[in-house]
């Protein structure tokens, strides 16, 4: 069952606009991580994802994240559009954030603008925000988009949205 579409408030833009298949665009928006007091990251040259029921996901450009805190995870996964993703953990000092962020190293010819971006969760770390806004995670554990207050949902991950 398809849920009914949260009313859009003035300045906000619903997520069932989104289209499917999904796709990804330049965000000119400020997009900035921290954590522990550290800025992990902060870029004003995002990609961002956009699918329907979903909350965008913001990729970021790895030259645009702070030097040092990435490592490998194990693990991979793939999309039916972007392709194999890859994992990364982050150590900030003697604190390590397991599988917080995701990347494709060779995405799909429809979205090669994520090449060289990594992709982040944004419930384990202090603060993820767009332009100021802060975010909170998409429901669920495993999507990973970004909840800011410009958005109508209702969002995919809630229970009961399996089949949306």
């Not at 329907?52 to 805190?69: E, F, K, M, R």
Request: aromatic fraction near 12%.
């Amino acid at each position: 069952m398809m849920p009914r579409p949260n009313p859009i408030a003035p300045g906000q833009e619903s997520v069932w606009h989104y289209p499917r298949p999904a796709v990804a665009e330049p965000c000119p928006a400020r997009i900035m991580i921290e954590h522990r007091g550290q800025i992990v990251a902060n870029t004003l040259r995002s990609a961002r994802t956009l699918e329907t029921s979903h909350p965008p996901s913001y990729y970021i450009p790895a030259s645009d994240i702070s030097s040092g805190l990435l490592r490998r995870a194990e693990g991979s996964s793939f999309c039916e559009w972007k392709g194999a993703a890859v994992y990364w953990d982050m150590v900030i000092g003697d604190i390590i954030l397991p599988r917080i962020g995701w990347s494709y190293p060779s995405p799909s010819a429809d979205f090669l603008i994520l090449r060289d971006h990594v992709a982040f969760y944004a419930g384990p770390f202090d603060r993820c925000s767009v332009d100021g806004d802060t975010a909170i995670p998409q429901p669920g554990d495993f999507y990973g988009g970004w909840i800011t207050s410009n958005l109508a949902g209702p969002f995919k991950g809630i229970p009961g949205s399996r089949g949306w």
